[in-house]
């Protein structure tokens, strides 16, 4: 099996209303970056991958035939405070305040403006399984 580099077995793939704001979003809030992109003859972003890391998520204009979506995904930082201020200036709505977990992670949540929750987390402990 053959799995591009910097996709994984499961990549999300998120349709969003206003698919090039939320791009832009998902820049200033997370730092992703952008690695590639195709547009569909009407200019709007067919596909758009952004890297978060060592992780791809895939972007695509949402249509009637493929309705926006939402997800929540799990975003691994070195400074969960840090990127939680920096996605709320960004326009995401703090959803759950940054604290300690009991399974080692110091963690906060917010909602993206295309209604997609992030759970942020920064690890606080090298033991991978809790």
């Known amino acids: ?10 990549t999300p793939y998120i ?7 939320y791009v832009r979003f998902l ?12 547009t569909a003859p009407n200019g709007r972003i067919a596909n758009c991958q952004l890297q978060f890391g060592t992780t791809t998520i895939m972007v695509s204009e949402a249509s009637e035939q493929f309705p926006a979506s939402r997800a929540a995904l799990y975003l691994y930082v070195a ?6 201020l ?8 703090k959803i759950m305040d940054v604290e ?9 949540g917010v909602r993206d403006p295309s209604g997609n929750i992030w759970w942020i987390s920064q690890r606080l402990t090298a033991d991978p399984y809790f």
């Open 1 to 10: 099996m053959h799995v591009p580099k910097g996709f994984a077995v499961v």
């Open 15 to 21: 349709f969003a209303e206003g698919a090039e704001e």
């Open 27 to 38: 820049e200033a809030a997370f730092g992703a970056r952008e690695v590639g992109r195709s």
């Open 79 to 84: 400074d969960a405070k840090t990127t939680m």
């Open 86 to 93: 920096t996605a709320e200036q960004a326009g995401a709505e």
């Open 100 to 108: 300690d977990m009991p399974y080692g992670d110091r963690q906060g």
